[in-house]
């Protein structure tokens, strides 16, 4: 009965000391493993730019949990500056866009490193990420300045500031965009769905400091079609690549 109990304490003791030495290879080389982080930054992607921030759990070294959170611009592919050529002094404008559109994306993700940094401050660690959540779309109705008198096409003329209707409005009829702000207060909201694909280059000199550079795509998608344009196909997918820099930190 004795031997018994001490085999049983000594298969305990072995199974501990193999856990701990299992759980140490995989969170790294006896460094601390800081638990949390928090990162911000700018993005490009192909149809505008954004803003993004994360707040990430780490589960060991390799795999991480993060929660994030993007505000992004979006843009139509056939949006064109043009200009009103038979009236001086006029500003630029995007013939046949109703909306702005922008989104805000809400969403849930993991991180997979891929390859570890040897020495902090010497090397570069690659990680995998994907992520899914909702994505919010709002779009806000363009204002332009509307030409009201006609004393000539080399002379002054008076204008108003109007919601762009495309039966209505010609191309010789906008004197100019109108201001940005205007129009917040009718939006038009588009719930949807996303998922991210990306690879996160880090190069930070200190572990507690993150300092990394992000390329992927996203896809994000609407039940119906986000009316930015007034003359041309408007979609209800968009599939965007991007790249980004965050900067951030780690703490316990």
Not at 82 to 100: E, L
Not at 138 to 167: A, H, M, N, Q
Request: glycine share 12%; charged share 20%; proline share 4%.
């Amino acid at each position: 009965m004795i031997i018994m109990k001490r085999h049983i304490i000594l298969l305990a003791l072995m199974l501990g000391t193999f856990g701990l030495f299992s759980q140490e290879q995989e969170e790294g080389t006896g460094d601390e493993l800081l638990r949390h982080e928090w990162d911000a930054g700018g993005l490009l992607h192909i149809d505008g730019f954004g803003i993004s921030g994360r707040n990430v759990r780490s589960i060991t070294y390799y795999r991480k949990w993060f929660y994030e959170a993007d505000i992004v611009i979006m843009k139509h592919p056939k949006e064109v500056k043009t200009s009103n050529a038979y009236y001086p002094n006029t500003k630029s404008f995007i013939y046949g866009k109703k909306n702005s559109f922008f989104i805000t994306r809400l969403g849930v993700g993991m991180q997979r490193l891929l390859n570890r940094e040897p020495f902090w401050g010497k090397g570069l660690e690659v990680r995998m990420l994907y992520s899914v959540g909702t994505s919010l779309g709002f779009t806000k109705p363009v204002y332009l300045y509307i030409i009201t008198d006609r004393p000539g096409y080399s002379g002054s003329f008076s204008y108003t500031l109007e919601k762009y209707k495309p039966d209505k409005h010609g191309i010789w009829d906008i004197q100019g965009r109108g201001p940005i702000t205007k129009g917040f207060g009718e939006l038009g909201f588009y719930p949807g769905a996303y998922g991210k694909f990306a690879f996160n280059f880090e190069f930070a000199q200190e572990r507690s400091k993150i300092r990394a550079l992000e390329a992927g795509t996203v896809l994000d998608i609407y039940p119906d079609k986000i009316p930015i344009m007034a003359k041309n196909q408007n979609k209800q997918l968009f599939l965007s690549f991007y790249i980004s820099f965050y900067i951030g930190g780690r703490y316990n």
